[in-house]
Nanobody, 123 residues
Framework: VQLQASGGGLVEAGGSLRLSCRASGRTSSRFVTGWFRQAPGKERELVAYISWIGGSTYYADSVKGRFTISKDNAKNTVYLQMNSLKPEDTAVYYC?????????????????WGQGTQVTVSS
């Protein structure tokens, strides 16, 4: 599975961005696709994930009510709509795919990673 992330950029606080993660290859083996982020000097943290069967979702408390994860099965693409952005959302955002449903809060549980995309929120 290859993942291609896009959509980052510079936005003012309160603004919006939409990230995209397009998958190619043996995509039928995926269980979930998630978005992680890593700010300078901090550990990589889970932002949200969505399952490919059933479409169940998970959000970190810090983004609930502001971010929405969705998927387009036909396009093999997962989106992360980010609204009401805050300076503390500034990070490199990574999409990742897991083949099993265990330990989904941990980066080590994900089998495939896309390249990061920078999101910078100015105050």
């Amino acid at each position: 599975v290859q993942l291609q992330a896009s959509g980052g950029g510079l936005v003012e606080a309160g603004g919006s961005l939409r990230l995209s993660c397009r998958a190619s290859g043996r995509t039928s083996s995926r269980f979930v696709t998630g978005w992680f982020r890593q700010a300078p000097g901090k550990e990589r943290e889970l932002v949200a994930y969505i399952s490919w069967i059933g479409g169940s979702t998970y959000y970190a408390d810090s983004v609930k009510g502001r971010f929405t994860i969705s998927k387009d099965n036909a396009k093999n693409t997962v989106y992360l709509q980010m609204n009401s952005l805050k300076p503390e959302d500034t990070a490199v955002y990574y999409c990742a795919a897991a083949l099993s449903p265990y330990g989904l809060g941990y980066p080590s549980s994900y089998d495939y990673w896309g390249q990061g995309t920078q999101v910078t929120v100015s105050s």
